[in-house]
């Protein structure tokens, strides 16, 4: 301790001495961290963004959505059938052991009063597990209920962007509003969800009972009045994801009377393969930019093995005149190599604040979301000890084994 | 009591490019406790070399050396600095300051290095410098002490550790005569009171003079080993200093 401590002092004299010759080795060592810090930035910044809309969305969903259907030869896009419907939804939900639920959904748009105001969004008609589902909360008032479903009551939740620009803000609580000219009384308001990955507002959107909404706002299918546009399940876990899609497959086709080979009339996605693709992009441009931004740290460590070796010829007499009055291998060793980690590591320190301003500059300029962990922090700290202690090695053990007498001698 | 120093057919041999060089070709002498030697010799003659040895700065090609009873001449680089700390004070011809420090740092060198924690250092610093009349010069670099200061500094530091022998290298090759003669006076007070052994290379006769014992040296071997009955006193500037008389 004794040593290390006077190690130590004698690193900072012998660093101070050479001022602007420290200052510039250590500056290969700054941008060495500044840039891992800040491409690490980027990236856990990129990957936490995906996480984030993954959150919003909710997790572990399954989106089942009606076939293409076909009409004279022409065939339509996917989801223009009528072959889903509520009683598909009930079943999904009681059969597979791996879907937690199943949440049948309508999907319209309509234009909304309120006073003078008026707004065109969309209208959902759900069921309340589609909340749970979307991970939806209401920030104020109440869900509406199964009662509400099975009475067709006319009730409205609505999101945030509908409040904003009807309410003025005023309380929307229990006010009437008129969709289509029929009068919704708003019980709840939906907490705020921002946008999604495709850049949408999640927050424009009401959502009414699946049954008010077909009846009063979208309109009942003439060729199914179950119909619904898209079921929308939540697998037990992500691991069951898998499963569950299996098991609502072989039900919908056993309930739709398909035989073998004979196509799906509805597909089958889930946004976990989605994002898992995505964040995975995301994290291996991460790497690969750290890798890049490491390899400064490397021309860095070069940097300072480079002064060392300069500075253990400069000191060749001292170190001399070190051993002849007792200094032992490891007194010189141990000298020498606080020196350069000294240097990396002060090096690295003022490579952390360049890299936290340089992450914070990209997400003002560029807009991309940064994000500096400890993790990454940490990581810096290490690597440039690291790589103080691995390239001041080699220099300080050639000071620590100079004959004595030479470097006596020695000019 | 044995000799503090013990040398037996030392002998040392080194390549220069293809040439080997003797250097040392088997010396033996015996260095008393409390003695002061001086070692003449031409350039060449081997006597640094010697000095090299007995300071173990060096490992001898064959021969032993017993230092303070310890066979010295089998020992690895750190036991070596282990011994160089503990026993041995050396003074250089340079002097060998490290110019970044103050003269107390400077005294406290070796300190640095010794195994266990020296409590009060800097009380023990400032005595010896006191010691070599330069009380009050702590905080003085050696850039802004003249030369004979700067001397009597490194001698300051070579006796922190209180070691057994002093080993000078032409202690007094940098200086005028009038500093070289205060040196001088330094060595002999530190060798009647306080009974310490110190081994010196010159080659001058008139510094040899304050020695008690001349060994001189050709060709890596001794020719002659003699004892002064009179060693030169030291006297005050502009007196000039009395020859020294030699018993042959």
Same mark, same amino acid.
């Given at each position: 301790?004794?040593?290390?401590?006077?190690?130590?002092?004698?690193?900072?004299?012998?660093?101070?001495? /050479?001022?602007?010759?420290?200052?510039?080795?250590?500056?290969?060592?700054?941008?060495?961290?500044?840039?891992?810090?800040?491409?690490?930035? +980027?990236?856990?910044?990129?990957?936490?963004?995906? @996480?984030?809309?993954?959150?919003?969305?909710?997790? /572990?969903?399954?989106?089942?959505?009606?076939?293409?259907?076909?009409?004279?030869?022409?065939?339509?896009?996917?989801?223009?059938?009528?072959?889903?419907?509520?009683?598909?939804?009930?079943?999904?939900?009681?059969?597979?052991?791996?879907?937690?639920?199943?949440?049948?959904?309508?999907?319209?748009?309509?234009?909304?009063?309120?006073?003078?105001?008026?707004?065109?969004?969309?209208?959902?008609?759900?069921?309340?597990?589609?909340?749970?589902?979307?991970?939806?909360?209401?920030?104020?008032?109440?869900?509406?209920?199964? @009662?509400?479903?099975?009475?067709?009551?006319?009730?409205?939740?609505?999101?945030?962007?509908?409040?904003?620009?009807?309410?003025?803000?005023?309380?929307?609580?229990?006010?009437?509003?008129?969709?289509?000219?029929?009068?919704?009384?708003?019980?709840?308001?939906?907490?705020?969800?921002?946008?999604?990955?495709?850049?949408?507002?999640?927050?424009?959107?009401?959502?009414?009972?699946?049954?008010?909404?077909?009846?009063?706002?979208?309109?009942?299918?003439?060729?199914?009045?179950?119909?619904?546009?898209?079921?929308?399940?939540?697998?037990?876990?992500?691991?069951?994801?898998?499963?569950?899609?299996?098991?609502?497959?072989?039900?919908?086709? @056993?309930?739709?009377?398909?035989?073998?080979?004979?196509?799906?009339?509805?597909?089958?996605?889930?946004?976990?393969?989605?994002?898992?693709?995505?964040?995975?992009?995301?994290?291996?441009?991460?790497?690969?930019?750290?890798?890049?931004?490491?390899?400064?740290?490397?021309?860095?460590?070069?940097?300072?093995?480079?002064?060392?070796?300069?500075?253990?010829?400069?000191?060749?007499?001292?170190?001399?005149?070190?051993?002849?009055?007792?200094?032992?291998?490891?007194?010189?060793?141990?000298?020498?190599?606080?020196?350069?980690?000294?240097?990396?590591?002060?090096?690295?320190?003022?490579?952390?604040?360049?890299?936290?301003?340089?992450?914070?500059?990209?997400?003002?300029?560029?807009?991309?979301?940064?994000?500096?962990?400890?993790?990454?922090?940490?990581?810096?700290?290490?690597?440039?000890?690291?790589?103080? +202690?691995?390239?001041?090695?080699?220099?300080?053990?050639?000071?620590?084994?100079?004959?004595? +007498?030479?470097?006596?001698?020695?000019? | 009591?044995?000799?503090?120093?013990?040398?037996?057919?030392?002998?040392?041999?080194?390549?220069?490019?293809?040439?080997?060089?003797?250097?040392?070709?088997?010396?033996?002498?015996?260095?008393?406790?409390?003695?002061?030697? =001086?070692?003449?010799?031409?350039?060449?003659?081997?006597?640094?070399?010697?000095?090299?040895?007995?300071?173990?700065?060096?490992?001898?090609?064959?021969?032993?050396?017993?230092?303070?009873?310890?066979?010295?001449?089998?020992?690895?680089?750190?036991?070596?600095?282990?011994?160089?700390?503990?026993?041995?004070?050396?003074?250089?011809?340079?002097?060998?300051?490290?110019?970044?420090?103050?003269?107390?740092?400077?005294?406290?060198?070796?300190?640095?290095?010794?195994?266990?924690?020296?409590?009060?250092?800097?009380?023990?610093?400032?005595?010896?410098?006191?010691?070599?009349?330069?009380?009050?010069?702590?905080?003085?670099?050696?850039?802004?002490?003249?030369?004979?200061?700067?001397?009597?500094?490194?001698? =300051?530091?070579?006796?922190?550790?209180?070691?057994?022998?002093?080993?000078?290298?032409?202690?007094?090759?940098?200086?005028?005569?009038?500093?070289?003669?205060?040196?001088?006076?330094?060595?002999?007070?530190?060798?009647?009171?306080?009974?310490?052994?110190?081994?010196?290379?010159?080659?001058?006769?008139?510094? =040899?003079?304050?020695?008690?014992?001349?060994?001189?040296?050709?060709?890596?071997?001794?020719?002659?080993?003699?004892?002064?009955?009179?060693?030169?006193?030291?006297?005050?500037?502009?007196?000039?200093?009395?020859? #020294? #008389?030699?018993?042959?």
């Amino acid at each position: 301790m004794k040593h290390l401590i006077s190690s130590m002092r004698i690193a900072f004299r012998a660093l101070k001495m /050479n001022k602007l010759r420290s200052a510039l080795t250590m500056l290969g060592i700054v941008i060495g961290v500044a840039s891992v810090i800040a491409t690490v930035a +980027i990236g856990s910044g990129a990957t936490q963004r995906i @996480q984030q809309q993954i959150a919003s969305i909710g997790s /572990n969903i399954i989106i089942v959505t009606p076939g293409s259907m076909s009409s004279s030869g022409v065939r339509l896009g996917t989801g223009n059938a009528v072959t889903l419907s509520e009683a598909d939804a009930r079943e999904l939900e009681a059969q597979c052991p791996d879907v937690e639920l199943a949440a049948p959904l309508v999907r319209g748009g309509a234009q909304v009063v309120y006073a003078n105001n008026n707004w065109a969004t969309s209208i959902y008609g759900i069921t309340p597990e589609y909340l749970t589902i979307r991970d939806l909360s209401v920030a104020d008032g109440a869900e509406f209920t199964q @009662q509400d479903v099975d009475g067709a009551t006319k009730v409205a939740v609505l999101g945030q962007t509908p409040v904003d620009n009807l309410f003025d803000g005023a309380d929307p609580i229990g006010q009437a509003i008129r969709i289509k000219n029929v009068p919704f009384t708003v019980v709840g308001v939906l907490a705020r969800k921002g946008q999604s990955s495709q850049g949408q507002d999640q927050d424009d959107v009401i959502l009414l009972p699946i049954s008010t909404a077909k009846r009063k706002v979208i309109g009942v299918k003439q060729a199914n009045a179950d119909a619904v546009d898209s079921i929308m399940m939540q697998a037990k876990s992500g691991a069951q994801i898998p499963a569950a899609q299996d098991e609502a497959g072989a039900l919908l086709r @056993q309930r739709h009377h398909l035989q073998a080979g004979e196509a799906d009339d509805f597909s089958i996605r889930n946004l976990e393969e989605l994002f898992a693709a995505q964040e995975a992009s995301s994290s291996i441009m991460a790497i690969m930019l750290a890798a890049v931004a490491s390899v400064s740290l490397v021309v860095g460590g070069i940097g300072i093995m480079n002064i060392m070796l300069i500075s253990v010829r400069e000191r060749t007499r001292e170190i001399g005149l070190r051993q002849a009055l007792g200094a032992k291998t490891r007194d010189i060793l141990t000298q020498f190599l606080v020196e350069a980690v000294t240097l990396s590591i002060a090096g690295g320190f003022i490579g952390i604040v360049f890299g936290i301003g340089a992450s914070l500059l990209i997400s003002q300029l560029a807009g991309w979301a940064t994000s500096v962990g400890p993790g990454a922090v940490l990581l810096a700290v290490f690597f440039s000890a690291l790589v103080g +202690i691995g390239f001041g090695y080699y220099p300080a053990r050639k000071a620590a084994f100079l004959d004595p +007498i030479e470097a006596l001698r020695s000019e | 009591m044995p000799p503090l120093i013990d040398v037996r057919n030392l002998k040392k041999t080194y390549l220069l490019g293809d040439i080997v060089v003797n250097a040392l070709q088997g010396v033996t002498i015996a260095i008393e406790r409390g003695t002061f030697v =001086a070692i003449m010799g031409e350039s060449g003659s081997g006597k640094s070399t010697l000095l090299n040895l007995l300071g173990c700065l060096d490992r001898p090609t064959s021969g032993r050396y017993l230092l303070d009873s310890i066979p010295v001449e089998t020992m690895d680089r750190d036991q070596l600095a282990e011994i160089r700390n503990q026993k041995i004070g050396f003074i250089f011809q340079n002097f060998n300051l490290l110019p970044r420090m103050d003269a107390l740092e400077n005294v406290e060198l070796p300190l640095l290095y010794k195994d266990s924690e020296t409590p009060n250092g800097d009380a023990l610093g400032q005595r010896a410098l006191a010691d070599v009349g330069l009380a009050g010069r702590e905080l003085n670099f050696p850039a802004q002490l003249s030369g004979g200061q700067q001397q009597r500094v490194a001698i =300051a530091r070579s006796l922190i550790n209180k070691p057994e022998i002093l080993l000078a290298d032409e202690p007094t090759g940098a200086l005028d005569s009038h500093n070289g003669a205060e040196i001088m006076n330094i060595f002999q007070r530190l060798n009647r009171t306080q009974g310490i052994t110190i081994v010196m290379v010159t080659h001058s006769d008139e510094i =040899a003079a304050y020695a008690n014992r001349i060994i001189g040296f050709r060709d890596g071997l001794i020719v002659s080993d003699t004892k002064v009955t009179k060693p030169t006193a030291f006297v005050e500037a502009g007196v000039a200093p009395a020859a #020294a #008389a030699v018993s042959p």
